[in-house]
């Protein structure tokens, strides 16, 4: 198995924005306002056989008026940064120096964020890369080359299956091997050095947790439960005090960000805002965002977070040491459907990931309400939504039940014998 | 800028549910005009705002409280707005603001919006024949009366009467009574959702993780409580309006007057239908899969052709269906993920797929927190393991399948049909014979929704419409879809096709049908705004 990777370069903006976005827009198919042309000038992605997605996106806040409620905040004066996130198989380490080998264009880009003319773009990068806070992967273990194979091996699937006149199960299995020839690559041996990071990450909060509790337990129940009480009644301090902001998205701002949407089955969603001041939702924060990524990490990591199955990668990062953060998601669908899907079938899960977040609406006991205010957290998502410069994918006609589908139909294919049953099942696939 | 501090309250007790005043409602919420079998839609644009409005001011729609036993309407009106409508008639810019975003745009006011409902192509709003530039209509008047003959000669007298009051009228849009039945030969308008009008429901309990054909009035109409406990925005007047005694006071308070109260959204679609094309394609398909031509054709509706669910009935009751009822739409497809009954693609199973809050509905404390957390249901029995391809024997969490789980919660999502036909019928005889005249025929679609956006949207753009309903790929619903490819090039190096439709009970060499044509085409449409009849005194006034 291949496991998946990613790098995002965050670096503040020293010179003109409005320029950078006209070369970022160079980047975009001509008529679909952030789409990137797969085989632009400055980073050719369909080159890079390896890259799941990517998004150059300029960190511009609209939202920082919200900060008005706190007046502890208005001493900072945050940056627009710009951001290059690519999410890929195998190391992200090797692609971006390849990326920066083979990109000499992509080294004009990042002079607007005070690369020398004559600096090394490698090094450049990599010292600008930040690390995701949380990072979802839909199917971890699924390579850009897997994926493009198995949509390849179910259309063949789809077109010979009429042809087949064998009306038992086996027989029509043999046929429809003998009429597809597919090329499917073997799967890598999955790196050890990934495999022992993931069983450290999987087990030390849970070694922690048990070697306390054996070595003093009465001491941890003790703590623990002061601990909660004391967590508790911080919470529902600041639920209560917590300032309701809320108003309407700019129209224009709506306008803009329905230009590059509903295109293909995925979009992009990319959300930038600040975080509440203050030690404890900070520190609140970060327990979220460490249980959320080793959620992502060991349970949610074959098809869906929670009960959502339209996310293919999804990231939160921090800025400007934690007082800010952005959010950016590939997800199947439109961005309505997209918004009720996650406050219904996710309304608590949202609420435990964006809550210390200014402006969202109230939440009760961490997980009530919140979301459910629908319009509220409607008006609030899209508020804090920016335009993504440019975007790619790279199976763009696929949503994550496609591809999920599509490894079902080639396990079948691939297994050396099925019962009847199976193979009706699988058939049903097609 | 101001903050409020604390929490905003949202108790039942505080804001009690109030009654509905029928009397502030226009009836075509409450009732379909069953016996009113004569319809015309004049579509109107204003040309002189002060006549226009003495016009309007003369008028009486009927309100639901007319509609009733003793009650007797033998012709009425009931008039809608679209936002140019408002605008014409002097409403303040400020005022129009405070309607949702997809109101003030129009149906055909953005691309986006235009991609999501399928209005691409042959059905772009730049082909209809009315509804953008000079054809985009200010006032919907909806005539009814007795017969189809008496509702064409009070279109005309009303038509003439406009004319000399300050509007200019598109040519009306007139109906054919073809005794519930559409033009494709299918009975029509069978499930529809029951609003509560008492205002018992109480949404969100565990009930409602079992499918609720029961909806909360708020989803139907302004100013009630919708299916999340809310008010569904709507616009308030600030105090300083013009005339504002004649709207009810608003109360969020602060002096402002609610124009939203008693109110509702009307979605109009003129769609017109190909029906030869249509039972052509199914006779030469079916022929193909080997099945009747009846089979295809209901298959792809989800309904015999005289409205018989394909789908088993439940024994257990769903709330909103009574027992008259049930015979038609006492069933969920629960009973049938793999859509062996009914094809998951099937035309009613995507404009209603009748979900509950969580799969596998009601059940133990315990499965309903792994339901929650998706980690819930059964692995269906005989399927390929969903484990990865790579490496072998990798386990997965032994939850049930995502694609299980991909349909949102309909209740969220329903919309109050008011549907009506137009053109001349043929019989199927007549369709398939290629000497008999080629009348043109399709429906008024009218449905009616608090929220534009979640309900009629959602419907059209994420179920209908889309590509990728229910974990399906490559098909759009079979009746409405536009067939174009979604993505095409250059967003994606191939077409992707969208005009497939499948059988998943059939044969599996027989199973998929691809090319479909596009049986429907959009001719026109709007979104109007459907006033209570205060705010309908005041918008006149």
């Known amino acids: 198995m291949t496991p998946q990777d990613r790098f995002v370069i965050v670096a503040p903006v020293l010179r003109d924005v409005h320029l950078l976005r006209r070369d970022l827009a160079g980047m975009t198919l001509a008529g679909y306002p952030g789409l990137a042309d797969p085989c632009n000038a400055i980073v050719p992605f369909c080159k890079y056989e390896t890259i799941h997605f990517a998004r150059f996106v300029v960190l511009e806040d609209n939202t920082l008026q919200e900060r008005a409620a706190y007046p502890q905040l208005l001493r900072y004066k945050e940056p627009i940064y710009l951001c290059f996130m690519v999410d890929c198989d195998d190391s992200a380490c090797d692609l971006l120096s390849q990326i920066a080998r083979e990109c000499p264009r992509l080294h004009e880009i990042f002079e607007y964020c005070g690369l020398d003319r004559t600096g090394n773009l490698a090094e450049w990068m990599q010292a600008h890369r930040v690390r995701p806070s949380t990072s979802y992967v839909n199917w971890i273990g699924r390579t850009v080359t897997q994926a493009r194979e198995e949509a390849k091996l179910h259309a063949e699937l789809r077109k010979a299956l009429p042809n087949c006149d064998a009306g038992e199960p086996q027989a029509l299995l043999s046929q429809l091997r003998g009429q597809v020839s597919p090329e499917l690559t073997s799967p890598a041996p999955t790196p050890l050095s990934w495999r022992v990071r993931n069983l450290v990450h999987f087990y030390a909060p849970l070694v922690a947790a048990a070697l306390c509790l054996l070595l003093f337990p009465l001491l941890t129940l003790a703590l623990l439960v002061a601990g909660l009480a004391m967590f508790v009644v911080a919470l529902r301090r600041h639920e209560q005090s917590d300032p309701i902001i809320d108003w309407p998205p700019p129209p224009a701002l709506i306008a803009q960000l329905c230009k590059g949407e509903h295109h293909a089955v995925t979009n992009q969603y990319t959300a930038i805002g600040s975080a509440k001041p203050g030690r404890f939702r900070g520190t609140l924060q970060l327990a979220i965002f460490y249980a959320l990524d080793w959620v992502a990490r060991h349970i949610c990591t074959h098809g869906r977070l929670g009960r959502i199955s339209t996310i293919h990668f999804a990231h939160w990062i921090y800025l400007d040491n934690r007082r800010r953060g952005f959010f950016c998601s590939n997800y199947d669908g439109g961005h309505e459907a997209y918004m009720d899907d996650f406050i219904n079938k996710a309304g608590f899960g949202l609420n435990f990931a964006f809550s210390d977040a200014i402006g969202y609406p109230g939440t009760d006991w961490l997980f009530a309400k919140g979301a459910w205010r629908e319009q509220e957290f409607k008006r609030f998502q899209r508020r804090h939504q920016i335009t993504t410069d440019a975007w790619y994918k790279a199976y763009p006609g696929l949503t994550a039940h496609d591809l999920a589908r599509n490894s079902r139909i080639r396990n079948g294919f691939e297994k050396r014998s099925m019962s009847d049953d199976e193979i009706r099942r699988w058939l049903a696939e097609i | ?541």
């Open chain 2, 1 to 541: 800028m101001k903050f409020a501090a604390g929490s905003q309250k949202f108790s039942v007790t505080a804001m009690a549910y109030r009654m509905v005043q029928a009397d502030d409602v226009q009836a075509i919420v409450k009732t379909g005009f069953g016996s009113l079998k004569g319809a015309a839609y004049l579509l109107l644009r204003v040309i002189d705002p002060v006549a226009a409005r003495i016009w309007l001011r003369a008028q009486s729609p009927a309100s639901a409280a007319d509609i009733g036993a003793r009650s007797h309407v033998d012709e009425t009106v009931q008039i809608a707005f679209t936002a140019p409508g408002l605008r014409a008639l002097a409403i303040g810019k400020e005022i129009i603001c405070r309607f949702p975003l997809e109101f003030s745009e129009g149906m055909a006011g953005n691309e986006n919006r235009s991609r999501r409902l399928g209005d691409i192509a042959d059905n772009a709003p730049d082909r209809w024949e009315w509804g953008l530039g000079d054809k985009e209509p200010h006032v919907l008047v909806i005539l009814l009366a007795r017969t189809l003959k008496r509702a064409a000669t009070y279109a005309k007298a009303v038509q003439a009467s406009v004319e000399l009051a300050g509007f200019a009228a598109l040519p009306p849009l007139l109906t054919t009574d073809m005794d519930d039945v559409e033009p494709f030969g299918f009975r029509d308008g069978i499930s529809q959702p029951s609003f509560d009008w008492d205002g018992a429901r109480q949404p969100g309990t565990a009930a409602d993780r079992d499918y609720t054909n029961e909806i909360a009035l708020g989803e139907l109409l302004l100013g009630h409580r919708n299916e999340y406990g809310l008010f569904t925005e709507r616009p308030l007047v600030a105090p300083g309006a013009k005339n504002p005694h004649l709207l009810p006071e608003a109360w969020e308070g602060g002096g402002r007057r609610d124009l939203g109260l008693n109110g509702t959204y009307l979605v109009y679609r003129q769609l017109e239908q190909d029906v030869r094309g249509f039972w052509t394609w199914v006779a030469e398909e079916a022929a193909r899969a080997r099945v009747s031509s009846d089979d295809l054709a209901e298959a792809m509706v989800g309904r015999r052709l005289d409205g018989q669910p394909l789908q088993d009935l439940l024994i257990r009751a769903i709330p909103g269906i009574d027992a008259k009822d049930s015979a038609w739409n006492g069933f969920t497809f629960d009973t049938d993920p793999d859509g062996l009954s009914c094809p998951i693609g099937a035309h009613i199973r995507r404009a209603n797929p009748r979900t509950g809050d969580l799969p596998g509905g009601r059940q133990g404390p315990i499965d309903t927190l792994l339901a929650m957390l998706g980690l819930g249901g059964c692995p269906r029995p005989g399927a390929i393991s969903s484990a990865l391809p790579w490496p072998q024997n990798h386990t997965v969490w032994p939850g049930g399948a995502p694609e299980d789980d991909a349909i949102a919660s309909a209740r969220f999502h329903r919309i109050l049909r008011r549907s009506r036909e137009y053109g001349t019928r043929i019989t199927r005889e007549q369709a398939l014979d290629p000497n008999s005249p080629h009348p043109k025929a399709g429906l008024h679609f009218i449905c009616l929704n608090a929220n534009i956006a979640r309900q009629f949207e959602f419907v059209q753009g994420a179920w209908m419409a889309s590509a990728t309903f229910g974990a399906l790929s490559g098909e759009q619903d079979p009746l409405l879809g536009n067939r174009e490819p979604f993505p095409r090039p250059p967003v994606s190096c191939h077409e992707h096709a969208t005009n497939g439709f499948t059988r998943p009970g059939a044969e599996p060499t027989r199973r998929r049908s691809t090319g479909l044509p596009r049986f429907v085409t959009v001719r026109g449409g709007a979104y109007f705004f459907l006033p209570g009849l205060r705010a309908f005194n005041w918008i006149a006034s």
